[in-house]
């Protein structure tokens, strides 16, 4: 039943490397979206994505990048970790956001993957 | 995005009904009002939308004030599995989801 996986639920690295964060969903979805979540300020939107090969930038992208090769998959890439992106790092899918009846669209979210930087 | 104010906790007793407040005074005509909820360790999940009419579904209801200024998500019984934190969302055309601090339900057994 599981729709939206993400690659690792905890993860460790130090600073400086970079780091690859993978999402994947079977349902068919054109958007996908990056988000963090850190105390006090909830969730944000880093990165969003509404077709294959296409990005936009969310609320807070300083410090990351994406990829969206297959519809399937969206990656966030850290080119180099910091310590204040240690995070928890949410990803979320949904049907497409661009035309009418995008608004009841709900998301699907992964678990998510809790990022340590050291 | 127009902004919605929500309790930042409430606290119910299991097997009771549970109503969530949401203020959304600056909503406009084509917002639709969602609801998603966070389980601890989990990532948010929908629960609930609506525009204008009351909804239901297996999760919940949604109760939307005639003004559609407020609104109220019902849990009609409580368990244990609900305590979360509830976020409720105003969504216009093509708009992202925005999440606020959301309210903290606690279900005491």
């Known amino acids: 039943d599981v729709k939206v996986t993400q690659s690792s639920r905890y993860l460790v690295k130090r600073t400086g490397e970079k780091v690859f964060l993978e999402c994947v969903q079977d349902?068919?979805?054109?958007?996908m979206f990056w988000y963090r979540q850190d105390p006090g300020l909830g969730l944000r939107l880093i990165y969003f994505?509404?077709?294959?090969?296409?990005?936009e930038k969310g609320d807070i992208p300083e410090g990351y990048s994406v990829s969206r090769e297959k519809k399937e998959r969206f990656s966030l890439i850290l080119e180099s970790a910091s310590t204040n992106q240690t995070s928890m790092y949410l990803c979320?899918?949904?049907?497409?956001?661009?035309?009418?009846?995008?608004?009841?669209?709900?998301?699907?979210f992964g678990s998510g993957t809790r990022l340590t930087v050291v | 995005d127009a902004k919605t104010t929500q309790p930042n906790s409430m606290e119910s007793n299991e097997e009771e009904p549970v109503h969530l407040p949401c203020n959304h005074s600056t909503i406009s005509g084509t917002d639709y009002i969602h609801w998603y909820r966070q389980l601890p360790s989990q990532g948010p999940e929908y629960v609930i939308h609506?525009?204008?009419s009351n909804v239901n579904n297996r999760m919940a209801s949604l109760a939307i004030a005639e003004d559609r200024k407020s609104s109220t998500l019902i849990l009609h019984r409580a368990t244990l599995r609900d305590a979360a934190v509830y976020y409720c969302?105003?969504?216009?055309?093509?708009?992202?989801?925005?999440f606020g601090a959301g309210t903290i339900l606690r279900v005491k057994s």
């Open positions: 979320a899918s949904s049907l497409s956001g661009r035309y009418l009846g995008a608004q009841t669209n709900g998301y699907t």
């Open positions: 969302i105003l969504r216009g055309y093509g708009n992202k989801l925005v």
């Open positions: 609506g525009l204008t």
């Open positions: 994505s509404y077709d294959v090969k296409m990005k």
């Open positions: 349902m068919d979805h054109e958007n």
